[in-house]
C-alpha cells in the first residue's frame, strides 16, 4: 500500500508515543517561552496565547525540533517574533509612548543626570523568572519594557534593537538607561534589594 505523498503514515502506537514525546518536550520549554512572550508584550493573557501558537508550530515540525540541540533557540525566536508582529497589531499603544518620549529624546541628547545601577538588572538575569522582577517589569511602558528586554534578556546589540523597534540607536540606550533606573525604583518601592535578588 503506498501513500501519495511523502509523509510517513504513523500508526496509532507510534503516534502515542509521538503525542506524549512532544508534551514532555512542551513542559520542557513552556516556561521559557512564556516568559519570553510575557517579558516583551507585559501581559500573561496575551503570552499564553502567544506561547499556544509557538507550540502549535513546533507541533508541525516536531520531527525536525525533538533531538535538535538548537531547539530552544528556534523556540526564543519564534515567541520573539510572534510578540512582536502581535505587538505591530497594536500599534496605537506603541505610537503613544513613542510620541511622548520622542518629544525629549533625540540623536544628540545629553548625558542624563541621573544614576542608575546596572547591577539591578544583571542580578534579574540569575533568576530569569523572579516573580517580584517580572510584576516589575510589566509596570514598565513599552518602549522602555522592549529594549530592556531584548538587551538584558535576549542578548541582542544596541543596533539590532535600534532596526527592529525603528527608532534611533541613542534612544534605544536612552530608553534602556531609563528602564534600568524605573525598575530599581519599582523594586525598591517593594523593599526589594539587588542583594535580595541574589539571594
Known amino acids: ?28 520549554y513552556q516556561n521559557m517561552v512564556f516568559s519570553t512572550a510575557a517579558r516583551l508584550s507585559g501581559n500573561d493573557a496575551q503570552a499564553e496565547d502567544i506561547a499556544q501558537e509557538v507550540f502549535l508550530r513546533a ?27 502581535h505587538l505591530t497589531r497594536y500599534r496605537k499603544r506603541w505610537v ?10 533625540s540623536d544628540d541628547e545629553p548625558a542624563i543626570d541621573f544614576a542608575a545601577d546596572e ?28 529594549p530592556l528586554v531584548l538587551y538584558h534578556f535576549e542578548d541582542m546589540p544596541y543596533e539590532d534593537i535600534a532596526q527592529r523597534l525603528k527608532v534611533s540607536l541613542a534612544k534605544v540606550k536612552t530608553d534602556i538607561h531609563r528602564a534600568r533606573a524605573a525598575l530599581a525604583t519599582i523594586l525598591a518601592r517593594r523593599g526589594i534589594t539587588a542583594e535580595q535578588l541574589e539571594a
Open 96 to 105: 503613544f509612548f513613542s510620541q511622548m518620549a520622542g518629544a525629549e529624546d
Open 119 to 146: 547591577s539591578i538588572v544583571e542580578n534579574v538575569r540569575e533568576d530569569e523568572r523572579h516573580e517580584y522582577v517580572e510584576a516589575a517589569l510589566r509596570e514598565l511602558p513599552e518602549h522602555q519594557r522592549l
Open 59 to 85: 507541533h508541525k515540525r516536531f520531527d525536525e525540533l525533538r533531538d535538535n540541540p538548537r531547539a530552544a533557540g528556534w523556540l526564543k525566536t519564534v515567541a520573539t517574533n510572534l510578540t512582536f508582529t
Open 1 to 28: 500500500m503506498h501513500s501519495s505523498d511523502d509523509t510517513p503514515v504513523r500508526t496509532p502506537t507510534q503516534e502515542a508515543v509521538r503525542q506524549a514525546e512532544f508534551t514532555k518536550f512542551m513542559r520542557t
